[in-house]
């Protein structure tokens, strides 16, 4: 039998595109919070924050993916540093990042009274609002630290009613794959040069947010009759700065195209009314839909299966940090 070459090439280019066309093609912004830096290892700060900042930047431009970083304005004013570590945040901006506020000092809305929490607010976007002003118009975006919105609804009514006085919009998520139980393990991992255990880290917590990106793949389609553009939220860290990479790359093999915040709140979903008053304090989330119909907590077995890994790791020492 004479072997065809060019008929085998129709063939599979065929099968290419057949695989692509099954694809599912969805939308995701990337958010990333407690900027500048999240520092979970021994050493001076800003080399850390330097080197993380670079990697997380370069691998957003790799793939295209427009995120917007939530800062912590007090990180600023630690250790005689303000400068240095304002430039970290003007690297953000000068590739083409927004920046939103996540208040000054990182607090539990529950744990303040609503003047409290304003003044947060107020502090937490002199600086921000600053590097941003080459930007303006822009829009605004506040997120809440640890998503806690109030725990009573005068006290969530109140906060809401101020952000939307000061031009800010409230950003949600959809997709949260509790990184910071990974971080400290994996950054003292790395320190102490301990490759096999990292890369189990790793590799349990990459698994752990594509499970979590199924499940909120599969679940808004039951609140809202389809799926919606994704909210990713990450934090700023040397966990995600080593995994953002293969994390954006098996994103887009789901069939994500990552867009900007702008765009995925803009999409009918997110013009919901959150009712949902947050009491619990420390409940570790993969993430919600805090839409329509409520939260949706996904208690689902791949975090307990994730979680209890690394409890089960020997010489590790789990902290939790905010």
């Given at each position: ?10 063939l599979l280019f065929g099968v290419v595109i ?109 600086v921000t609002r600053h590097l941003m002003r ?38 949600p998520h959809t997709i949260e794959n509790s ?144």
């Amino acid at each position: 039998m004479a072997f065809n070459t060019q008929a085998l090439i129709v063939l599979l280019f065929g099968v290419v595109i057949s695989v692509q066309a099954q694809t599912t093609r969805r939308t995701m912004a990337v958010t990333i919070d407690d900027l500048p830096y999240v520092k979970n290892v021994d050493g001076p700060y800003l080399p850390h924050a330097r080197a993380a900042t670079s990697k997380i930047l370069n691998t957003l431009k790799k793939h295209r993916a427009p995120a917007i970083g939530f800062v912590n304005e007090g990180k600023l004013e630690e250790s005689g540093q303000r400068e240095q570590r304002i430039a970290l945040l003007r690297q953000w901006v000068d590739h083409g990042m927004m920046l939103g506020n996540h208040t000054y000092s990182h607090p539990d809305l529950n744990a303040l009274t609503v003047e409290q929490y304003e003044n947060e607010i107020a502090k937490g976007d002199v600086v921000t609002r600053h590097l941003m002003r080459a930007r303006q118009p822009y829009q605004l975006y506040f997120r809440h630290p640890m998503t806690h919105t109030g725990d009573t609804l005068e006290k969530k009514e109140a906060i809401e009613k101020f952000l939307a006085a000061r031009g800010y919009k409230v950003t949600p998520h959809t997709i949260e794959n509790s990184d910071f139980i990974f971080n400290v393990p994996y950054a003292q991992a790395v320190q102490k040069g301990d490759a096999a255990l990292a890369k189990r880290l790793r590799d349990a917590y990459l698994d752990l947010t594509i499970a979590a990106t199924e499940f909120a793949e599969k679940i808004s389609p039951q609140i809202f009759g389809r799926e919606i553009p994704q909210l990713l939220l990450i934090h700023s860290n040397d966990l995600n700065a080593d995994c953002l990479d293969e994390l954006l790359q098996r994103l887009t093999e789901r069939g994500y195209t990552f867009v900007t915040l702008d765009k995925v709140m803009s999409d009918p979903a997110y013009e919901t009314k959150d009712t949902y008053v947050n009491r619990n304090w420390g409940k570790l989330k993969l993430g919600q839909l805090r839409l329509e119909k409520g939260p949706v907590t996904l208690s689902i077995e791949a975090k307990d299966k994730a979680r209890g890994e690394i409890l089960e790791l020997k010489h590790v020492q789990l902290t939790r940090v905010k």
